[in-house]
């Protein structure tokens, strides 16, 4: 059974950024194409980001030229670097796999607020 643990999130003042951590125990990764999602409330869970076995990424257009996925093989750690952070990032953000999702860890909260 694969774990993911997100962590990173926090209380962060709008322009700042953060840079979001997914570990994945039970079962390597590498092989997969992972996503970041995000949940706002009241909102349907959303994609925001994914990278490729071979790191080829694509992004959400709300998120794109601010966000950055990347992810560490020998960690089993996928990333999501995320700058110039707007208000409306604020939300729950989850990693998985693109295809066939995992079961879903608890998420790290981020919220852009002055």
């Known amino acids: 059974q694969v774990q993911l643990v997100e962590s990173g999130g926090g209380l962060v003042q709008p322009g700042g950024s953060l840079r979001l951590s997914c570990a994945a125990s039970g079962r390597i990764v590498s092989i997969y194409t992972m996503g970041w999602y995000r949940q706002a409330p009241g909102k349907q869970r959303e994609l925001v980001a994914s990278i490729t076995s071979g790191r080829s990424t694509n992004y959400a257009d709300s998120v794109k030229g601010r966000f950055t996925i990347s992810r560490d093989n020998a960690k089993n750690t996928v990333y999501l670097q995320m700058n110039s952070l707007k208000p409306e990032d604020t939300a729950v953000y989850y990693c998985?796999?693109?295809?066939?999702?995992?079961?879903w860890g608890q998420g790290t909260q981020v919220t852009v607020s002055s």
């Open positions: 998985n796999r693109i295809t066939a999702p995992w079961v």
